[in-house]
């Protein structure tokens, strides 16, 4: 069964800086991609930003203030946050893109980031 752990959420004033880190457990096929989605008090989850093999992906909103690294060998997805801003609050989930013909997706059950304003 697949699990995915967040963790380094918080709460943090404005121009400050969190990580947050999410490790898979029980992987056996390709990771196709890992990353992070966001969600506001809508219901909708965005994207921030995805990693690949050798590529990533980032939202406008957070493009020179967020970057996403990987540890392959745990399967773990780091988001390093800096200059956090309060529309950055929200609930952070990690995503994992798993497979090769059939595709899998999955979620964590998010960590929570408040910036106040």
């Known amino acids: 069964q697949v699990q995915l752990v967040e963790s380094g959420g918080g709460l943090v004033q404005a121009g400050g800086s969190l990580r947050l880190s999410c490790a898979a457990s029980?992987?056996?096929?390709?990771?196709?991609?890992m990353g992070w989605y966001r969600q506001g008090p809508g219901p909708q989850r965005d994207l921030v930003a995805t990693?690949?093999?050798?590529?990533?992906n980032y939202a406008d909103s957070v493009k020179g203030r967020f970057t996403i690294s990987r540890d392959n060998a745990n399967n773990t997805v780091y988001l390093q946050m800096n200059n956090l801003k309060p529309e950055d609050t929200a609930v952070y989930f990690c995503?994992?893109?798993?497979?090769?013909?059939?595709?899998?997706?999955?979620w964590g059950k998010g960590t929570l980031v408040t910036v106040p304003s």
């Open positions: 995503y994992l893109k798993l497979g090769d013909i059939l595709v899998r997706h999955h």
């Open positions: 029980g992987v056996i096929s390709s990771i196709n991609a």
């Open positions: 990693i690949t093999r050798d590529s990533t």
